[in-house]
């Protein structure tokens, strides 16, 4: 009997009604998320300055909505294909090696999602009430002393957030979200029903596998590292690869694998972790809106009389957007069209302005309020008020001989310079003139001690949102709400990596690699200098390979030991981290801005590089300046508490 074609496509219609109603409310989720995350510290904030009391459980619901946008996020990274990746799809094969190809991405990225899956359902069953008789067999006695230290438990009963919910049921949005995202891989698999087919049926053997073949499980760890790092090369999402990993460690050495949504849980869920997605959400308000070329005109009216001013311009303002979306590479793709035309209409060769504008596409990262120095302070427990005074200088150091590029190529071809007209950059700054503040208002309310960090940002978002949309009317509703769900995907695509990263740092720490990794290099690395020496190259390889999230989470641990062993200053240490990683993004072969500026201004890789590489040759100069002169970093730190101190007196 044929089947009916009315009813086949009746029912492909009523298919796609409901993805699109689930993808709306999916956006529709998030995008309340996200104001609830911007409203509660301001609401917390003015309650405290102006009542004397806050919001009960505040800093529990702050901690738990970034968990839900973290995971939300990452949903809607894999519906959009928006994931970070070590390379991109090898789109240029033959068709028939292209499916074959994307069958076994597809195929790896679910049975990690599905492995993910079964580690947070264990999570969330031990903190559920009324566990089921059979869940014994399931979650073992240690699972629970495992979590005991992460604050997952009270005595007497269970953990809940502002006193009343409980928290199995904020942890249940990590099953749900691995859930989803495996059914998703599967359906990107391929166009072809009988493709997707394949990788769905054959999932169930990943997890029987891990079920009856545990004495097997140590033969079974090498073959799948070998087929995760094929997909990754095959352009499988990041988090794929650091989940996937942990996973098989964690299995190959007979240790629960709820270990893992268990870290995850713990570092996203952190009380200083709100700031991620805070900052984040403010940069995209003002990349979004018009504020890019507000500033053009105001650093072209301050700077464009000097040579090559409009390059300086350029150089300074997506330093300013760098400090607020991170190393994401944002600031390429959402100045890099802006800033282009611009800079070869004033004159300045192609080959110039795009490498300025690649290798500039990081350089904020060690000003304030950095993203990741934000993370780096919550992973390697330093005050990250001190981390943004140590970050001063050297940030300055890397911006400066930049401009003094655009300098010298101004005085080279007459290019971007113009009369200094008072009327007009008056004019300019006048116009911009609540972007213009917005840096030195957010470094009052964080230095002078007026609000905590996760407060300045939930304030930062807010003016941003009032210049943006309601001053300058730049974004209407429908774009609003489309920058939002653009924000939730990117902030998605990063905690997801964060989180199972954390994981497989949990396994490294249990293994005592790094105490392992310090005690060679005290062997063999024979100075302070050496070791230095070392850790730069070590480190621009790593910035090279991993996404700088990633790389933090599993390589800060590693090297804070062997830091400690030399006697370098934890703050130092994160300077060099933080600058190093910033010249791996630049490294060619596969430095991640490459790639960027490849793709943002539709030119060969090769060429790129090449436009690039002065850049990176001077910013290598002051990373090593910086790595041997700690007085940049720690001396500039202390000089400002011994100041503070003194003016208290």
């Known amino acids: 009997m044929k089947p009916n074609p009315n009813t086949t496509t009746q029912s492909a219609s009523i298919l796609r009604r409901l993805t699109w109603w689930a993808g709306r409310t999916e956006d529709a989720v ?103 008789s059979w869940s014994a067999s399931i979650i073992p006695d240690f699972i629970e002393r495992w979590l005991e230290p992460f604050g997952l438990f009270e005595s007497g009963g269970f953990t809940r957030i502002g006193g009343w919910l409980p928290i199995w049921l904020a942890e249940a949005v990590m099953p749900f979200g691995f859930a989803i995202m495996a059914i998703r891989f599967i359906l990107r698999a391929s166009e072809r029903l009988w493709v997707r087919s394949l990788v769905g049926l054959s999932l169930p053997a990943m997890i029987l596998i891990p079920m009856f073949c545990s004495h097997c499980a140590p033969l079974l760890v090498f073959p799948g590292l070998v087929l995760l790092g094929t997909a ?22 007979g240790v629960t694998v709820a270990a893992i949504p268990a870290e995850t849980y713990r570092i996203v869920a952190s009380p200083i972790f709100p700031t991620i997605p805070l900052f984040t959400l ?56 802006l800033l282009l035309p611009v800079l070869l209409k004033s004159g300045f060769r192609e080959d110039f302005s795009i490498g300025l504008l690649t290798s500039t596409g990081s350089l904020g990262l060690l000003l304030p309020p950095s993203l990741v120095v934000i993370l780096y302070g919550v992973i390697a427990h330093v005050p990250i008020i001190d981390l943004f005074k140590a970050g001063l200088l050297p940030g300055g150091l890397l911006i400066a001989p930049i401009c003094l590029a655009c300098v010298w190529q101004g005085f080279k071809t007459g290019a971007g310079r113009a009369p200094f007209v008072f009327r007009e950059a008056f004019t300019a700054i006048w116009i911009a003139k609540w972007e213009v503040i ?203 508490k011994l100041l503070k101190e003194l003016d208290s007196l």
């Open 438 to 640: 917005m840096p030195i208002f957010l470094l009052v309310i964080i230095f002078g001690g007026f609000c905590t960090l996760v407060e300045a940002s939930a304030v930062l978002v807010v003016y941003a949102f009032i210049v943006e949309v309601l001053i300058y009317r730049d974004l209407g509703l429908q774009e609003l709400l489309r920058m939002l769900v653009k924000c939730a995907a990117l902030i998605g695509g990063v905690l997801i990596i964060l989180g199972v990263a954390m994981g497989l740092t949990s396994y490294l720490v249990d293994a005592q690699v790094p105490m392992h990794a310090a005690t060679w290099a005290t062997k063999h690395l024979q100075t302070k200098w050496i070791f230095l020496l070392a850790l730069n190259g070590g480190l621009i390889i790593v910035g090279c390979l991993m996404d700088i999230y990633a790389a933090l989470v599993v390589v800060v641990p590693l090297i804070l030991p062997m830091a400690e062993s030399f006697g370098v200053h934890p703050a130092h240490l994160g300077i060099i981290f933080l600058a190093n990683l910033q010249l791996g993004y630049l490294t060619p072969p596969v430095g991640m801005n490459l790639f960027l500026g490849s793709f943002r201004f539709e030119r060969p890789l090769t060429g790129v590089s090449r436009d690039a590489f002065p850049f990176l040759l001077m910013m290598a100069a002051v990373v090593l300046l910086v790595t041997y002169v700690p007085w940049l970093s720690v001396g500039v730190m202390e000089l400002l």
């Open 232 to 253: 990754a090369v095959l352009g499988t999402p990041i988090f794929i690869l650091l989940g996937g990993t942990a996973l098989l460690l964690f299995w190959g050495d």
């Open 30 to 132: 998030l995008i309340l998320a996200l104001f609830l995350m911007a409203l509660i510290p301001v609401v917390e904030l003015a309650g405290r300055a102006l009542f004397s009391t806050g919001i009960p459980g505040a800093t529990e619901y702050l901690q738990h909505l970034t968990l839900w946008i973290g995971f939300l996020g990452a949903m809607l990274a894999t519906r959009e294909g928006k994931h970070l990746r070590i390379a991109t799809p090898l789109n240029w094969l033959p068709p028939r090696a292209a499916r074959t190809l994307d069958g076994l991405e597809a195929f790896v990225s679910a049975a990690v999602c599905i492995g993910l899956f079964g580690a947070s359902l264990q999570l969330v069953i031990a903190e559920a009430p009324g566990l089921p």
């Open 282 to 337: 403010a940069g995209f308000i003002l990349s979004e809106g018009r504020a890019s070329e507000r500033l053009v005109g105001v650093f072209k009216g301050l700077f464009g009389w000097i040579p090559g001013g409009l390059a300086v311009a350029a150089t300074l303002l997506c330093a300013f957007f760098t400090t607020f979306t991170g190393a994401s590479g944002v600031t390429i793709l959402a100045l890099g069209g």
